[in-house]
């Protein structure tokens, strides 16, 4: 038995050896001090992985992955200055000024360089919305209408942007990673159109499988519609179906620990679910976290009474992925019939419906 146990180790060590490869990354920055603390993360989900000192404006970053390619974020303290990078097993240089991480230099990753055609592509129109949205502060009335209406311009430019390059480079992953985050924002139609053009190879990528899954599992579900039920665990293992929530009025809030906007919202729910819970209104949250201490402690915070559920499968939650939800906070107001009557209502509007609703 010790025998085979020892040669089961072996077997298993060898697989993970084999399966996990090396990178390398040798950074040159200017504009830091030596000393300085540089951080690696992966993108999603957040996982650190090194950290390195500048010494003489040189720094190194290594560690191991899995895939052929994986997004990660290089940062200094409090992200302060950040850059994310396509990284590749293999030995890769980057170049950085302080302040203008945004901006690095890198070779030796094909994969960013191909991210970097696109970002080239993008240059451009997302210099005309940012410009566009600084005109917007301060200002209100007649002329920010205009504004909008080319922001929203833009915006249809860029996702045209998008398309084109799923369309004409179906064996890129950063063509299949765009497809997958801009799937729900799409719908299923344009969605289904560009995945059957993707190669093989990126369909089994898990972003691929990402985008599969949604085609599949995805209700695009809209006001007027009844709700689609489903079933995740509570903050206690225990669980909890939507449509076993009874109330009146139910809302559907979808967020998560790591969401600033939705943390920044929590306390005005909670006023108002305290305000209207007798009168029979209730909420489930459904946290797109994939890590339960982080859901936990954000649930503990921001004291929120009402019922949680998450699967731990960030935003690729089940349930995120039925209702199509792609940005947070995103919510659902919903009848005592099951019919979706309303979406996105925060703050001060959905005190003034649920008003209507419940006097």
């Known amino acids: 038995m010790k025998n085979l146990c ?20 040798h950074g040159t920055v200017t504009g830091l ?19 390195s000192r500048v010494l003489n404006g040189k720094f190194n970053l290594k560690g191991n992955i899995e895939e052929k390619a994986v997004e990660m974020i290089i940062y200094t303290a409090n992200y302060k200055d950040y850059t994310m990078l396509w990284i590749e097993p293999k030995e890769i240089t980057v170049t950085v000024k302080a302040g203008e991480f945004k901006n690095a ?30 005109l917007l502060k301060g200002k209100n009335g007649p002329e920010t209408t205009a504004i ?9 430019e860029e996702q045209k942007i ?11 992953l950063i063509a ?68 076993s929530i009874k109330g009146k ?18 306390p005005n729910l909670v006023t108002t679910y305290n305000a209207y819970k007798n009168k029979g209104f209730e909420v489930l949250g459904v946290s797109a976290d994939d890590n339960k201490a982080d859901w936990l402690k954000a649930v503990k915070d921001d004291k929120l009474p009402w019922e949680n559920v998450s699967d731990l499968k960030g935003d690729r939650n089940l349930a995120v992925v039925i ?10 107001l919903i009848d005592d019939k099951g019919i979706i009557i309303a979406k996105n209502l925060r703050g001060d509007d959905l005190k003034k419906k649920l008003a209507e609703l419940l006097p």
Not at 323 to 332: K, S, V
């Open 6 to 25: 020892t040669l089961f180790y072996l077997v298993f060590t060898l697989f993970l050896t084999a399966s996990a490869q090396k990178f390398n990354i």
């Open 33 to 51: 001090n030596d000393g300085t603390w540089i951080f690696l993360r992966k993108a999603n989900p957040e996982l650190k992985l090194d950290s």
């Open 105 to 134: 230099i890198t070779t030796g990753s094909k994969t960013q360089i191909e991210a970097d055609i696109l970002r080239k592509k993008l240059i451009t129109i997302n210099y005309l919305e940012d410009s566009l949205t600084k």
């Open 148 to 156: 909008w209406d080319k922001i929203k311009a833009s915006r249809i």
């Open 162 to 172: 998008y398309q084109t390059y799923v369309k004409d480079n179906p064996n890129s």
């Open 176 to 243: 299949a990673n765009v497809l997958q985050i801009y799937a729900s924002s799409w719908g299923k139609e344009k969605t289904r159109e560009l995945y059957q053009n993707i190669s093989a190879e990126q369909k089994s990528s898990k972003f691929g499988k990402a985008v599969n899954e949604y085609l599949a599992l995805n209700k695009e579900i809209k006001i007027g519609n009844k709700f689609e039920d489903f079933e995740q665990e509570n903050i206690n293992g225990k669980k909890v179906k939507l449509s």
């Open 249 to 266: 009025y139910i809302l559907l809030e979808f967020w998560a620990s790591w969401c600033g906007p939705c943390r920044g919202e929590n």
């Open 323 to 332: 209702y199509g939800i792609n940005a947070f906070p995103t919510n659902y």
